[in-house]
């Protein structure tokens, strides 16, 4: 059984930065997409950014650009997001998604094990 436990989040002020982390485990890590999406409060939960299985493409949403960053390690087993310059607008839980032959990064249908979820609330 694929295991997703994310770790990082927590309180951040506005402009502040925060790097989460995704552990994987109980599975072939190199075979897996990986992608985040968030919930905010009230709100459906959406795509925020995702990796190609090597590492070797990204794809990201308005919210992402120019200001998150995904990244994976093969030899830890870990997908990484960094996250720069955050507003009150990014707090949200946080998901970690891992997916074998993802086709359309943005779609939560493609992703087959899921994490629990981190807390990332941006206020003073």
């Known amino acids: 059984q694929v295991r997703l436990v994310e770790y990082g989040g927590g309180l951040v002020q506005p402009g502040g930065s925060l790097n989460l982390s995704c552990a994987v485990s109980?599975?072939?890590?190199?075979?897996?997409?990986a992608g985040w999406f968030r919930q905010a409060p009230g709100k459906d939960r959406e795509f925020v950014i995702a990796?190609?299985?090597?590492?070797?493409?990204?794809v990201g949403s308005a919210i992402a650009k120019d200001r998150f960053t995904i990244s994976r390690d093969k030899f830890k087993n870990l997908i990484y997001l960094q996250m720069n310059s955050l507003t009150p607008e990014d707090t949200a839980v946080y998901y970690c998604?891992?997916?074998?032959?993802?086709?359309?990064?943005?779609?939560?249908?493609?992703?087959?094990?899921w994490g629990q979820g981190t807390q990332i609330t941006v206020s003073l």
């Open positions: 109980g599975g072939t890590f190199s075979l897996y997409g």
């Open positions: 998604a891992v997916g074998r032959g993802v086709r359309d990064y943005l779609q939560e249908s493609y992703y087959d094990y």
């Open positions: 990796i190609n299985e090597n590492g070797g493409a990204t």
